[in-house]
């Protein structure tokens, strides 16, 4: 009966073994949420900030630049543009090289950033000198590969929580 | 945490559909529970606590 009594107890402390390991992975796991929700809400440099302004309108310019181009492909035949010479309708249709594929003539963000990108940027660069920036804020580019870094640890911690819950599993236990 | 999405939302530019399951940290999560979006996909075996079948 005592040996019965003993294996019963065993079998518990491995259980509860194996429930603190599960423990530490969780503990572990809200440690690396901290650390992605750190390096997330933190501010980023000035000029990191600038590279996302001028990713954003290299994007939207991208889109602009081929439809401007496929605008204008067909119209340099001389004959085009000796009939358009001095006539506001001749040159009706390429006036899309600043709406975009608007018919509305107003001037696109999408052509005011393909145009003047670099004016863009310098004239905000001066204007952000007026926010407080973290000079020794953590580059965006480590950023990234911090939270790779994490995303990875916290791939490696599911795998090895899933297993300890098959073992549980497999030995009869439920947590419910 | 693991998220079930309840609702189809416009969240950060990038769409979550209903019945999608999201890794989110607390931060994250917080303003998408405040809007009932999504609900916490409960874990196995969190606590000490078990019970074990003799089937």
Redesign the interface.
């Known amino acids: 009966m005592s040996e019965l009594i003993k294996q019963v107890s065993a079998l518990k402390t491995a259980?509860?073994e194996i429930?603190?390991q599960?423990?530490d992975i969780?503990a572990q796991r809200t440690a690396l949420?901290?650390q992605?929700?750190t390096i997330?809400?933190a501010n980023v440099s000035k000029a990191d900030f600038l590279g996302y302004l001028r990713a954003y309108m290299k994007f939207k310019a991208k889109r602009f630049r081929q439809h401007t181009l496929d605008l204008l492909q067909p119209q340099r035949s001389f004959g085009r543009l000796e009939a358009g010479k001095g006539s506001e309708a001749g040159f009706a249709s390429m006036r899309r090289f600043f709406t975009g594929d608007s018919s509305a003539m107003y001037i696109s963000d999408e052509a005011v950033f393909f145009y003047f990108e670099d004016v863009i940027i310098a004239r905000l660069s001066e204007e952000l000198e007026a926010l407080d920036w973290e000079n020794d804020a953590l580059p965006v580019a480590l950023r990234l590969e911090h939270l790779r870094t994490i995303e990875q640890a916290?791939t490696e911690l599911d795998l090895q929580r899933a297993e300890?819950?098959s073992v549980?599993?497999e030995?009869?236990?439920?947590?419910? | 945490m693991q998220y079930q999405m309840i609702q189809t939302v416009q969240h950060d530019g990038k769409m979550l559909n209903a019945g999608e399951v999201l890794d989110l940290t607390e931060r994250e999560s917080a303003p998408l529970l405040a809007s009932h979006a999504i609900q916490l996909v409960p874990q196995d075996f969190v606590g000490r606590t078990f019970k074990i079948s003799l089937e």
């Open positions: 259980a509860r429930l603190g599960i423990e969780d949420d901290q992605r929700d997330t809400s916290k300890l819950v549980m599993r030995a009869g236990f439920s947590d419910n």
